[in-house]
């Protein structure tokens, strides 16, 4: 049985879409960079943002690493507001720790932009702890969420009841890589067709109802 359900963010507990779209488009800009069409900027929904920029916006790694340091230029004030928290998903996590279980956030996002995102809708007070990337340095999905386990305080013999929760192959991934399960939610439509699927996760949903049925019949 499941115990300790560790949540990604961007997609997964907030619908993010409109700031990170509006502070990519600023960052292609400011760069004086061709700005993507809204299909690919989609696609850097999710996985680490220096590594989209090279891997989608075609920048070098020096560039990319300007990009990022501009998209937080507006992220920080502005975008990080440009957010909604989806739907039920508050509430779930409340409900999830009232019954026991033990909730985390493992994000690839600056780990204080999480902090403040999670007080602003309402989910810090569910959350054991809120675990991002540092500011600096290519900590990929794995790497965030070894820290989250070393931050709760979890070994090996408690992997097969710790669940990752996350919208994109990155979540799944990283989970294996760490020898956990992950389950892939489809909320606002950010991965692939079969994407989660095929990356390995254990089940797929489409609603906070399903996911809530999934962790507590797991």
């Known amino acids: 049985m499941y115990h300790v359900i560790l949540f990604d963010l961007d997609g997964t507990l907030t619908d993010s879409k409109e700031g990170i779209l509006n502070c990519l488009r600023y960052a292609f800009q400011k760069l004086g ?8 900027l989609l696609k850097f929904i999710g996985p680490p943002l220096q590594d989209t920029f090279m891997e989608l916006g075609g920048l070098s790694k020096e560039q990319a690493m300007a990009g990022v340091e ?19 998903l508050p509430e779930l996590c409340a409900r999830l720790k009232e019954a026991g279980y033990t909730l985390a956030l493992s994000s690839s996002k600056p780990e204080h932009l999480c902090l403040d995102i999670c007080e602003r809708f309402g989910y810090a007070p569910s959350l054991t702890a809120i675990v991002g990337s540092p500011l600096h340095g290519d900590h990929t999905k794995a ?25 994109r192959k ?7 890589e760490c020898g956990i399960d992950c389950v892939g939610v489809e909320f606002f439509g950010y991965a692939s ?26």
Do not use: C
């Open 193 to 218: 067709p079969g994407e989660l699927w095929d990356a390995g996760a254990v089940a797929v949903v489409q609603t906070a109802v399903e996911l809530e049925s999934y962790i507590r019949s797991h």
């Open 33 to 40: 960079q061709p700005v993507p069409d809204e299909a690919t």
């Open 70 to 88: 501009a998209f937080r230029e507006r992220y920080e004030p502005i975008g990080k507001l440009e957010n909604a928290a989806a739907p039920g």
């Open 170 to 176: 990155y979540d799944v991934l990283g989970a294996k």
């Open 143 to 167: 790497d965030v969420i070894r820290d989250t386990l070393g931050r709760l305080g979890l070994t090996d013999a408690d992997k097969p009841s710790i669940l990752m929760v996350g919208d």
